[in-house]
C-alpha cells in the first residue's frame, strides 16, 4: 500500500500540471491509437498530423489539446469537415486520469506508475473497439514499462512483477490453447494473451486473477444479451479486461481482504 504523503505532494498547483502533461499525453495518444489500429501499421512519429479528409497539415494551434478542437468548434479549417470527437474526449480523459493520479497518490512515482499503466489501458480498450487489434507497442512496449517500475521500486517488486506477467501470460495462453481445441477456432487471439503480461506485471499474479475474472464477468454480462438478440460478432475481449484491470488497480486490494474475510468467515 501507499504510504500517506504529505500535502506537499498534493498542491493543487501539481495536480493541475500532471492534468495538462496527460492532456497533452492523450493527443499522442490520439495519434497511437490511430496508427497502431491501421492496418498497415503506421509510424507514430511520421508523417505530421494531417485532416485525413483534405490533407490539411496541422498548424501548432492546431495541437493544443481539448482547446484547439473546442476553438475550431469540431471541424477541420481546410474542408470543414468534422473532426471526430474521439480526439478531445480521449484528451480529457487522459488528463483526468493524470490529475486524478496525482491527487491520489501525490505527485511521484507511484501516481506516475498508475497513470502510465491507466493511459495503456485506455489505448488498447480504444484500439480493440476501434480495430480489433491490441497494438504490441501497447501491450509488449506496456509489459517493459511495468518491470522498469518494479525494478525502480526494488527486488521484491520486480519478484512480483515478473511472477505477475508469467502467471497472465501462461493462464490465457492455456485458454487459448483449450478453447482452440474445444472449439475448433480461435477463442483468444495473441493480443489478449500479450495484453495479461502487462497487467501481470503491473497487477501482480493475484490482481492478474482478478483481472480475468472481472474482465470474464463484465464481457458475458454485455455479450451474452448480445448474442441473444441475434447480433453475434467478434468480441474484442480487450475491451474487458482493460476494465477489468483499471477496476482491480483502483479496488483491487480491497476486493481481495474482502474475499478473504469471507473465506475465513465461511
Ligand atoms: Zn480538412
Known amino acids: 500500500m501507499t504510504p500517506d504523503l504529505p500535502n506537499a505532494g498534493r498542491a493543487p498547483i501539481l495536480v493541475a500540471y500532471a492534468g495538462l502533461l496527460g492532456a497533452v499525453i492523450g493527443s499522442f495518444l490520439n495519434v497511437c491509437i490511430l496508427r497502431w489500429g491501421a492496418e498497415p501499421k503506421q509510424s507514430v512519429v511520421r508523417p505530421a498530423s494531417r485532416c485525413p479528409t483534405c490533407g490539411r497539415g496541422l498548424r501548432w494551434s492546431d495541437n493544443i489539446p481539448i482547446v484547439s478542437w473546442l476553438l475550431l468548434r469540431g471541424r477541420c479549417r481546410g474542408c470543414r469537415e468534422p473532426i471526430s470527437m474521439q480526439y478531445p474526449l480521449i484528451e480529457l480523459a487522459t ?41 504490441d507497442e501497447f501491450s509488449l512496449g506496456g509489459l517493459a514499462l511495468g518491470v522498469l517500475f518494479a525494478l525502480a521500486a526494488g527486488r521484491q517488486p520486480l519478484g512480483t512483477a515478473l511472477l505477475g506477467a508469467a502467471v497472465g501470460f501462461g493462464l490465457l495462453w492455456l485458454v487459448a490453447v483449450a478453447g482452440e481445441w474445444l472449439f475448433k477456432q480461435e477463442a483468444m487471439g495473441g493480443g489478449d494473451i500479450k495484453m495479461m503480461a502487462m497487467v501481470g506485471a503491473f497487477l501482480g499474479w493475484q490482481g492478474t486473477l482478478l483481472t480475468i475474472f472481472l474482465g470474464a464477468l463484465i464481457g458475458s454480462l454485455i455479450f451474452v444479451p448480445l448474442s441473444l438478440a441475434g447480433r453475434k460478432r467478434l468480441v474484442p475481449f480487450g475491451i474487458f479486461l482493460a476494465i477489468g484491470a483499471a477496476a482491480c488497480y483502483l479496488v483491487g486490494p480491497a476486493i481481495l481482504r474482502w474475499y478473504g474475510g469471507y473465506l475465513e468467515a465461511a
Open 95 to 135: 488528463g483526468l486520469i493524470w490529475a486524478w493520479m496525482a491527487w491520489r497518490f501525490g505527485f511521484g512515482l507511484e501516481a506516475l506508475r498508475g497513470a502510465v499503466f491507466a493511459t495503456i489501458l485506455l489505448g488498447i480498450a480504444i484500439t480493440d473497439a476501434r480495430a480489433y487489434i491490441i497494438p
